[in-house]
């Protein structure tokens, strides 16, 4: 028995032309940049999206030495803000990378600085408030964790 068929994985291309989001960005990507004018990064990334994973855009054949099955694998836009299956993939890449070479191996908590939307816009747009309002958090936050601590707890934070 060969270990293929003992290990039974079947490739399945995942056909983004059949997604609504891919068909709705096919057909009005150039009204959308014709009406707004948008940045040419943020045009870069439609186009690099709507040839993710489309075999007319390139691929590579991959044969399985055991059993010698072929398939073909589409590139990848390798996307970072907009491609659906690309932030996905990064996602759980570097979720991998900071669980396995980059946290410690102890108990770990996280925190998160909600706002309201409209504090949110003002934030984004102030690099200065934003480090100051972050400076803040940490600051109120360690002093929170230092006073709820254990006795003789040897807790760090990070940020």
Same mark, same amino acid.
């Given at each position: ?5 003992? /290990? ?12 609504? *989001? ?5 057909? @009005? #990507? ?11 990064? $943020?045009?870069r990334a439609f186009e690099a999206y709507l ?5 007319? @855009?390139?691929?590579? +054949? ?9 398939? *073909?694998? !589409? ?8 491609c659906p299956s690309c932030t996905a993939r990064?996602? =759980?890449?570097?979720?991998? @990378?900071? $669980?396995?070479?980059?946290?410690? @191996?102890?108990? &770990?908590?996280?925190?998160?600085? =909600? ?5 949110? $816009? ?5 690099? =200065? *408030?934003? /480090? +100051?309002?972050? !400076? &803040?958090?940490?600051?109120? #936050?360690?002093?929170?964790? +230092?006073? /709820?601590?254990? !006795? ?8």
């Amino acid at each position: 028995m060969s270990a293929c068929a003992a /290990t039974p994985t079947v490739y399945r291309r995942r056909e983004p032309e059949a997604d609504v *989001l891919y068909e709705v960005i096919r057909e @009005h #990507l150039e009204t959308f940049v014709a009406r707004y004018d948008p940045p040419a990064q $943020v045009r870069r990334a439609f186009e690099a999206y709507l040839r993710c994973g489309i075999l007319a @855009h390139g691929f590579v +054949r991959v044969r399985c030495p055991e059993c010698r099955e072929e398939s *073909l694998v !589409a590139f990848s836009c390798k996307g970072r803000g907009f491609c659906p299956s690309c932030t996905a993939r990064q996602a =759980a890449e570097t979720a991998a @990378h900071l $669980v396995d070479r980059v946290l410690p @191996h102890v108990p &770990l908590r996280q925190w998160v600085l =909600a706002m309201p939307p409209e504090m949110q $816009v003002r934030v984004v747009n102030d690099p =200065a *408030l934003e /480090t +100051r309002l972050l !400076a &803040l958090f940490t600051k109120e #936050l360690e002093e929170v964790l +230092r006073a /709820t601590a254990k !006795a003789g707890a040897r807790a760090q934070a990070g940020s």
